[in-house]
């Protein structure tokens, strides 16, 4: 039984981990030294960093949104 628990608790650690290094390498950030400081924290600590980083990711992202500007002048 433990044994049991013991793999499934590693094997969410690894995909929390292995999601984190994906979203990083996918996200854009305002400056690039961040994504760069983010993938070293990640792999060094893979699960606090892992949560630290999906908890603080929003205000360090920056986010492209489409403003609605129509064009009804053709």
Do not use: C
Not at 2 to 10: A, D, H, K, V, Y
Request: net charge positive; charged share 20%; no cysteine.
């Amino acid at each position: 039984m433990t044994e049991i628990l013991i793999i499934i608790l590693f094997t969410l650690t690894i995909i929390l981990w292995i999601w984190a290094l994906i979203d990083i390498y996918k996200s854009h950030f305002e400056k690039r030294i961040f994504k760069i400081i983010w993938f070293i924290t990640v792999i060094v600590f893979p699960i606090l960093g892992s949560i630290i980083y999906f908890q603080l990711k929003n205000k360090m992202t920056s986010k492209q949104r489409r403003k609605f500007q129509p064009n009804f002048r053709n």
